[in-house]
């Protein structure tokens, strides 16, 4: 296979950081290359030079060998490479269709009026090459995450990409979601198409990557074959150092207090009768499929959402919670599984983030802030919890995805919240800032308090619980004890109500508390 | 990663591109000040400087009402039509009803904050958007100013200190070769106090947060619409404080008058470098953004430019200071 892409020794700066030192990448035809590192090891700025977004400062770049100068992603389109964004980047209230052509839309009546027709057709054409069953006239914003990313890698396809850049495609994915994509992964393989995949799943590169570049720091590590290398390998190329996998044994909470208690929790289709208790010390997984409504849940908890029925207990005693803040003053503390929309205000600084929810604990007479305390309280958890910053004047947004969550829970662990509710606390996490959020769940828990970790990752429920609440389709199907098997799990996340008659007929088994 | 940031630079980033901005525009404006001078004698006789503050004070004070709002992500028409309004207001109450002279400061300034707290109840509670919220206020001000004056100017003969709000000087009392009038004082006071309270206090760091992220700020447990509120509140009692220095100035409420002052007060806000995004944003940058635009008004009017041409050199100076700020945060 001939090298249709070969990035050498790329270099790139930003105000006062390094980005990329060294940078390599070979990418054949008809291979899925996938590119690892952590958080901030400089993957997407790498891609983001490839497809145009960036300029490089210092390096090289050779399509079919030649080397070419990209200076804009429509160069990069018409070179034939394609990106699809993390952040999926498509216009809601048009159609698949008009998404993929958008720009170049075909055109009739000397160029004045709009094709419909033809670019239905064309994008029809499009979606039958990759066997998919989409209707190019549904408004993107009907389609799920998993169709929206489907349109994206038609649009790229459009472009007759020979390389196609994948950055994190997998993350709001389901199980037959993620088959489907790779279905389609293997179709443009086949095809000589050579693909760039980012992602930090170490069972999907096993899957479907012929080799490996790992990065680290900005910096080119290595390129290894993927099918051979032992996973172990990867992640310590990765960190810099090998990684301890230890499971702690599970600690028996039945006879800690309760401290918090949900009873009869509804709201329309999405949460259906939910009931369930955590205790004092204790970490209670909550698994199931995307859109099993187990972040419906949290949010209605937390008074994010409004609820139809439902009570809420805190040690035994009803609270009313309508908005977020009587869930704080209530001691609950919700931490979002998207943290740049909902969980920071990434343009503020470090310091302004922690104390976000405390502010008026740093507030004296007149409405005055008191800076230095302020100071003081996120200096202390910046070293508690070994937040990579700079300074606590750093701006949230600079720093990395790992640091950013340590960041949201900085914020509640100064509010001194009892119960944390944790969504996808390691979404976007690279594999060595994994195991520190595990750590630190692990040790918020040692400390008594009560917390919720909801994720769409088995190993990860599995590793964490001392108890698991399993979802499917708005129902709690069972509470299952630590240590469970990954097929009991899914049994209870796949244990559909009879869509006819739904609530009377079967009771779901409930996990109700001891 | 982190290893590679260097420590100096990063920590004081976003101040810093603040200020660098800043400090675009204070060199925008001296180097208007420098060839206006070099243009005509006159530019720098006191008299005239005075002048130029002078008329600064009015759209200085209605610019920083409206950097607060803006701010937080919103946006507020109505402060030209409401300053109108807490004239009127101040007018009922002094020469209308004969009433003290505080009372009818306090009347113009509680006028403000409660038309605020009106417009910041229909944003947060009813969630109308702020475009709208505050195009319905600024008619529905320009209406009730008329209403209530019987659409005639209202004069303040009665109350022989008003004049003295704007155009007496308290520190040419003291400094008598420094005659610069009150309404100037005012507005730097008002200005120093808009300072201190969007840097320093808590009602400040929630305006910056509500503009950044407001949905983190809500699921941080904060009562996002009480604070917002509070901001629009605040930015109507400021406007009140303009609403007494333009009628001081004028020593009459003239109930037509105000329509158009919004848009020279969001103006200033955009030279002076604040985000109409929101998250973003200093009085010092809006206050010097007042004083380019009066510094140019004045200086074309000395040139004998006619004052259409002024109206459109003033639009192409906003959109010159908008794109400068797009070129520095593409260079970020």
């Known amino acids: ?514 | 990663m982190s290893a590679t940031v260097s420590t100096s630079n990063v920590s004081s980033g976003r101040r810093f591109s603040g200020a660098q901005h800043r400090l675009l525009a204070f060199g925008s404006l001296i180097a208007l000040i420098v060839v206006f001078s070099l243009a005509s004698p006159n530019f720098l006789q006191t008299s005239n400087i005075i002048a130029i503050l002078q008329a600064t004070s009015v759209n200085g004070v209605l610019a920083i009402a409206a950097t607060l709002v803006i701010i937080t992500g919103g946006i507020d028409l109505s402060v030209g039509t409401l300053m109108t309004f807490c004239a009127v207001i101040a007018g009922v109450v002094l020469t209308f009803w004969g009433m003290p002279l505080p009372l009818g400061v306090l009347a113009a300034i509680l006028a403000g904050a409660a038309s605020g707290l009106v417009s910041g109840t229909f944003i947060a509670e009813l969630k109308i958007p702020p475009f709208i919220a505050t195009l319905g206020m600024m008619l529905i001000l320009k209406g009730l100013s008329l209403v209530i004056s019987g659409t005639r100017p209202i004069y303040f003969n009665s109350t022989p200190g008003f004049t003295e709000i704007s155009q007496g000087s308290l520190i040419g009392a003291v400094i008598p070769s420094l005659p610069i009038p009150n309404g100037v004082l005012i507005l730097f006071l008002v200005a120093a106090a808009a300072s201190f309270i969007l840097e320093r206090t808590i009602l400040g760091r929630f305006t910056f947060a509500l503009g950044s992220n407001e949905e983190a700020v809500r699921l941080s447990g904060v009562n996002t619409d009480r604070w917002k509120i509070a901001v629009y509140a605040l930015a109507g009692g400021i406007c009140g404080i303009a609403g007494l220095l333009i009628a001081s100035r004028l020593n009459s409420a003239q109930p037509a008058l105000g329509q158009g002052y919004e848009l020279d007060a969001i103006a200033a806000v955009v030279i002076g470098g604040t985000s109409l995004s929101g998250g973003r944003g200093t009085i010092i940058g809006t206050l010097i953004g007042a004083l380019i635009m009066s510094v140019l008004a004045n200086g074309l009017r000395i040139l004998s430019v006619a004052q259409e041409w002024q109206t459109v050199v003033t639009g192409l100076i906003i959109i010159l200071a908008v794109y400068t700020d797009i070129l520095r945060r593409r260079g970020l």
């Open chain 1, 1 to 514: 296979m001939s090298a249709l892409v070969v990035m050498k020794d790329i270099e790139k700066s930003f105000p006062g950081v390094r980005a990329l030192h060294n940078a390599q990448l070979e990418l054949r035809s008809g291979e899925v290359h996938a590119l690892m590192g952590e958080n901030g090891a400089g993957k997407s700025t790498l891609m983001k030079i490839l497809s145009g977004i960036y300029r490089r400062d210092g390096g090289e770049i050779l399509l079919d060998g030649k080397p070419v100068e990209i200076t804009s992603p429509r160069q990069a389109q018409e070179l034939g490479i394609g990106i699809i964004h993390q952040e999926l980047s498509l216009m809601p209230h048009l159609t698949a269709a008009q998404n993929i052509f958008i720009g170049r839309e075909p055109r009739r009546g000397m160029g004045i009026l709009l094709d419909e027709a033809r670019l239905n057709a064309q994008a029809a054409e499009i979606f039958a090459s990759m066997h998919l069953k989409l209707d190019p006239r549904t408004p993107v914003e009907r389609l799920t995450i998993a169709r929206q990313q489907m349109v994206e890698i038609a649009k790229a396809l459009s472009h007759r990409s020979r390389v196609l850049i994948m950055d994190e495609p997998t993350a709001a994915l389901n199980d037959a979601e993620i088959n489907e994509l790779f279905a389609i992964i293997a179709r443009l393989k086949a095809e000589g198409v050579g693909i760039v995949y980012i992602s930090h799943k170490m069972d999907e590169l096993k899957r479907i990557a012929d080799r490996v570049t790992v990065m680290r720091d900005g910096e080119y590590i290595g390129t290894v074959p993927a099918a051979e290398t032992p996973v172990e390998k990867i992640i310590a190329m990765m960190v810099g150092r090998a990684l301890s996998d230890e499971r702690a044994t599970i600690a028996d909470h039945a006879e800690s207090p309760v401290v918090l208690e949900v009873r009869g929790l509804r709201r329309g289709n999405e949460i259906r009768d939910v009931g369930f208790s955590v205790r004092k010390g204790e970490i209670l997984g909550f698994a199931g499929l995307m859109g099993a409504g187990r972040t419906e849940v949290a949010r209605a908890i937390f008074g994010a959402d409004r609820i139809d029925a439902g009570e809420v207990f805190m040690h035994g005693r009803k609270v009313d919670i309508r908005k977020p803040q009587d869930a704080v003053r209530a001691g609950i503390g919700y931490l979002s599984e998207d943290r740049k929309h909902f969980g920071l205000a990434t343009g503020m600084d470090v310091r302004n983030n922690v104390v976000m929810a405390s502010l008026s604990r740093f507030t004296g007479t007149g409405g005055l802030l008191k800076e230095a305390a302020m100071h003081e309280a996120a200096v202390r958890y910046i070293d508690q919890l070994a937040i990579k910053t700079p300074s606590d004047r750093q701006e949230a947004r600079l720093l990395s995805g790992g640091n950013q969550q340590k960041i949201v829970i900085a914020k509640w662990l100064l509010r001194d919240c009892e119960v944390l509710i944790f969504d996808e606390p390691t979404r976007g996490i690279d594999v060595g800032a994994k195991n520190e959020i595990y750590k630190l769940l692990n040790a918020l828990a040692g400390q008594g308090r009560a917390i919720i970790v909801i994720s769409s990752e088995l190993p990860e429920i599995l590793r964490l619980s001392h108890r698991i609440a399993v979802m499917c389709e708005g129902r709690l199907t069972g509470i299952l004890p630590g240590g469970a098997s990954q097929e009991e799990i899914m049994h209870l996340a796949t244990l559909r109500g009879d869509a006819l008659n739904d609530n009377e007929k079967r009771k779901p088994a409930k996990g109700a508390p001891k």
